[in-house]
């Protein structure tokens, strides 16, 4: 029904009579998403330096900057956008951008979320390239409610996605990049297990078993995003892939304790496998 009148794309604050969505958008080949929007300026500047962009080094502008909901901006290519946390706020983001990118014409886009979550079994630092998201029973599933209903969707991701970006990760050397299952939740604290939220109703022998058995399925990671958006994006026909740098192993411990320096290089971290596989999408040698 939004093809036929004016569709506006609310918590974007863009619309399609207010702004000519083909001539702003149509030339995105690369979306890339992430909570925070610190984090997805930090990588559109990123971005432009890796892609040598003129206008390189300065700031970037927010193409959202009339809605306080997410923030985006662009490097060439390379669209990058916050979602803020969770599952409603990821699937408001997405339903908005997958009609702008329709808008806008796009074709062959990759759409990617570079995040952070907890490891299981792994040591912090490394990055989780997701194969399969599956939520907190570890079955490849996403249930969204709908008009009262509970709707199954597969939480497929593309495969070949995934093993491209592995054979990325192998040029860069400095910190460890493996393939795994990505378990997704409703809450940080009691919902991943944690003992140390406002409320625990569980002992730490539960929680314990709890994470060995997510292990077991092959469950490497953990965060609050992946499943909707594996649902969303395949049944939209984006080709998708989730890369997460894990902040910490939950067989060890809930809190986070790194230092802010230690953990906004660890959110480097798929942001440079990301423009690694960028640059050798465009056919850019490593040292361009
Ligand atoms: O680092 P981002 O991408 O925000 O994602 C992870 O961090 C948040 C929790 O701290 C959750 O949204 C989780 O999915
Ligand atoms: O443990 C963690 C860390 C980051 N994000 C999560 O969802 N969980």
């Not at 399925?217 to 080709?239: D, P, Q, W, Y």
């Not at 230690?262 to 596989?277: D, G, K, N």
Request: charge should be negative.
């Amino acid at each position: 029904p939004w093809t036929l009148l004016e569709d506006v794309l609310y918590h974007l604050d863009l619309g399609t009579k207010t702004h000519n969505l083909p001539a702003m958008f149509g030339d995105i080949k690369f979306v890339c998403v992430g909570g925070s929007p610190n984090r997805m300026r930090a990588f559109a500047q990123f971005m432009q330096r890796e892609l040598g962009l003129a206008g390189a080094g300065e700031d970037v502008a927010d193409i959202c900057a009339g809605s306080d909901r997410y923030a985006m901006y662009r490097a060439g290519p390379v669209l990058s956008i916050s979602h803020g946390m969770g599952i409603p706020s990821i699937s408001i983001m997405l339903h908005e951008l997958i009609k702008l990118l329709h808008h806008a014409k796009c074709r062959d886009v990759t759409i990617i979320r570079i995040g952070t979550s907890g490891g299981l079994g792994i040591e912090a630092g490394s990055v989780v390239i997701t194969d399969t998201a599956v939520d907190s029973s570890f079955q490849p599933r996403f249930e969204q409610v709908v008009l009262g209903d509970v709707v199954v969707r597969s939480t497929e991701l593309d495969k070949d996605l995934a093993e491209e970006l592995l054979a990325c990760s192998r040029d860069i050397p400095d910190f460890p990049t493996l393939i795994g299952h990505t378990m997704c939740t409703y809450d940080f604290y009691e919902g991943q297990g944690r003992l140390d939220g406002a409320l625990c109703s569980f002992s730490s022998e539960k929680k314990l078993e709890y994470l060995r058995r997510a292990y077991d399925a092959g469950v490497r990671n953990i965060e609050m995003e992946s499943t909707a958006f594996a649902a969303l994006c395949g049944l939209c026909g984006l080709k998708a892939a989730v890369v997460c740098v894990a902040l910490l192993d939950r067989l060890e411990g809930d809190q986070i304790r790194a230092s802010h320096e230690v953990l906004w290089e660890y959110q480097q971290r798929p942001q440079r496998l990301i423009a690694a596989f960028i640059r050798k999408r465009l056919g850019l040698c490593p040292t361009d």
